[in-house]
């Protein structure tokens, strides 16, 4: 192991210490609030963060450097690898006042600062996952003279590709070959893509339905909203509880459903459906299955067998080291309507920057490793707070309302590394007290801990309504995510039982 989450980490931090790091240090309840609220104190602090919700620095000078070169004030740049993207913004929220370019091989569309479409336009880009590579900026900033030097990458794009998809397609299971793989430049512009892609299919075959099953992530809900259309609807199912329900609709307008996304287990509750079931809806209905495991790695949850695609984001558990954006869509060749999506899917995804490639390569020959120790630490922390005074619920693989469906497809001892959980302290005093990582992201060799709603779901706090629809789900704004490391284990339940104590004895 190379880095330790056990520690203090201050404001802004870069986890690890590198340009192109993905988890960046918010270590007081206040910063959360500010880095929500875009405070000018907080956000001054942060030059990487999760990619997709922090522009990294090195985008930002490539930015600043074409302002100062064209000599323009006032304007925010927003760069893209396809033209193809800059067309379905305009598509989706309509043209405003901007200009449009190519240079050095990018497209750039640029909107005053602080306007409507700029900020729809950085949304747009998060959902879609569609914006550039730090490492791409980077490249360009160096081949410019405007940095002196740049990570080293010497090795194949083309070999390290190919070794990727081969240890992501063993991890999904023996049905699945490297050919049946595509990646991403994030597993968001995996989804992204893919859902595209299959809401066209469903458009000629007349099918209006799609189906949310389980509270999933906040892109993956976004990007159904925004890509969905007149006439077309969508259904979410968001408890266990609610299957029952979601059977009723298919026996009501079966032939009318496109198709069902889910992750096995969701995030951030850990909540397992039975896909058996499910898959035999689908096959009768003539519907689509997507399965997300990502929370726990296809490793684990081997879902392949019964999805017509597998979405997965490579962030996790296959960039273990924290500094790679990456996404993966597995189309298994028994499923003939999934593999129908593939070739037109493939055609409209951001491939993987070469560079990123490389780095993610250099780290997946960790992949099988990782998931094993941290599965075998994230059974002894579940069990540590499951008995803990402090703690009013643990949700996890194996919680029991949905351990049965986990099982059945995972088998046992196989968790992943993530635990959600809820205090019965002060919520504020322990995220304060604890000594480890802050910061969004899980799935990486260094132990962290997330308070998720706040920082995927904010705007719902702050709202009578959204709070009431995030309740209406089981979703308690204080929940807090755990993703375990690799630190021995008994370190992990000390500087966790320290704030739990804390939190407790002054509530």
Known sequence: MK??????????????????????????????????????????????????????????????????????????????TKSSDCESFNEFHGRGEYSFEQIDGLFRVRFPKETLHSKKCRLFQQHSGTGISSRHAEDILFHKGLISQRENSDSSEDAAKKNICEIIAKAHGPEISSDDVLLSSSGANAFYSLFKVALQHARLAKKRIWIRLGWLYLDTIEVMQMLTGDGEELFAFNKPADFEELKTLFQEYGHEIAGVVTEFPTNPLLHSFDIVCLRQLCDRYGSLLIIDPTIVSPKNAKVSKMADVVVNSLTKYANCQGDVMMGSLVFPKHSIPGRELMASTAALLNSPYKRDLIRLDQQISHYNKFIEETNISTMVIAEFLQHHPAVKKVYWAYQPECRQNYSRLAGEQRPGCVISFE????????YDSLQMLKSPSFGTEFSLCCPYVYLAHYEMIKSPKGRAELMAAGISPEILRLSIGLEPVEDIKTVLDEALVISYSKS
Do not use: M, W
């Not at 802004?12 to 609030?33: N, W």
């Not at 205090?423 to 322990?430: E, I, S, T, V």
């Open 423 to 430: 205090l019965n302290g002060d919520f504020k005093l322990f």
């Open 3 to 80: 880095l330790s989450g056990l520690s203090h980490f201050p404001l802004g931090q870069s986890v690890p210490a590198r340009d192109h790091a993905v988890c960046v240090s918010l270590p007081t309840f206040k910063d959360v609030i500010g880095y929500e609220e875009k405070k000018p104190e907080v956000h001054a602090s942060l030059r990487t963060g999760y990619p997709r919700f922090v522009r990294n620095h090195l985008i930002n000078k490539l930015a600043l450097h074409y302002d100062k070169t064209e000599g323009v004030n006032g304007y925010e740049s927003f760069f893209f």
